[in-house]
């Protein structure tokens, strides 16, 4: 059976407001520059928030409108790139925490989008973290795949972050090679999340558990994250050289980052298993 989880196509936005914690990383609001990663997909985030734009013939694909304050500065990368901002016709986040989709409603005031919402476990009780109340404009589902154009995204679900924690993955062409990329949604155990007897998530656990199962099925060449240092972003950008090879092809760096978040999620699992 297909487990059901919500997401942002064809026009629809998604907004949360930020945490004040969420906010604390000045990172995320540093510009980065823009850059071409691999065939049509490019990175138009700050240095902290990723953000990837995949131009088609027929417009393009925005993956994570990031913070409010982030969308300004997406705009200017798209723009620095050679393409129009108004050009975006399908919005995708890796994720419902502010930081991957609080930007939506700005982008909607910008655009006239449609506007959509969903709550989330462990930020959403907090005043300064819930979600405004909207529609859902339509529910994707394990596998389903987001077509524009000549590109094709597949959605993969990868709970436990959050219950629609989503890893994205297409194929592109590039030098007369096709690569696979796998945009990692989060496998992290944020501070404060309950593994053990969580009452408003009670499979966690076990979520965490799929999504290490399914990262690890996914054949990656290009290894991307809803975050720049999940794949050492600022390092492979330094390292690119015109006529040189292309740094963020690395499989390997994504096997050992998924074995790495494994482990960790192991050992917290352990500890908190082992609490009186």
């Not at 604390?24 to 490019?42: C, K, L, M």
């Not at 600022?234 to 292309?246: I, Q, S, T, V």
């Amino acid at each position: 059976m297909r487990k059901d989880f919500w997401f942002l196509i064809a026009l629809p936005l998604l907004c949360l407001t930020a945490s004040a914690a969420a906010q604390s990383d000045p990172a995320w609001t540093e510009p980065f520059p823009p850059h071409r990663v691999i065939g049509n997909v490019y990175y138009v985030g700050s240095k902290g928030l990723a953000s990837y734009l995949i131009k088609t013939p027929q417009g393009h694909i925005l993956i994570n409108s990031s913070l409010e304050s982030s969308v300004p500065l997406i705009k200017d990368s798209v723009e620095k790139l050679g393409f129009h901002f108004s050009d975006i016709k399908i919005l995708l986040i890796s994720h419902a925490h502010g930081d991957h989709c609080a930007g939506s409603a700005r982008v909607k005031e910008m655009t006239g989008a449609r506007y959509f919402v969903k709550g989330d476990f462990q930020y959403g009780a907090s005043s300064n973290s819930r979600f405004r109340p909207t529609r859902v404009d339509r529910v994707l589902h394990d596998g389903d795949e987001v077509r524009l154009g000549d590109a094709v995204l597949a959605a993969h679900l990868t709970p436990g972050h959050t219950r629609g924690t989503t890893t994205w993955t297409t194929r592109v062409s590039d030098g007369g090679k096709s690569y696979d990329v796998v945009i990692v949604g989060s496998p992290n155990v944020n501070p404060g999340y309950k593994l053990v007897g969580n009452t408003q998530y009670p499979q966690i656990a076990q979520d965490y558990e799929r999504t290490f199962k399914v990262l690890k099925s996914l054949p990656c060449d290009v290894f991307l994250g809803a975050h720049g240092d999940y794949y050492g972003m600022e390092a492979k950008f330094a390292r690119m050289k015109p006529g040189g090879a292309n740094p963020f092809i690395d499989g390997e760096g994504y096997k050992s980052y998924v074995a790495e978040r494994e482990q960790a999620f192991r050992e917290e699992l352990q500890r908190q298993s082992a609490r009186p």
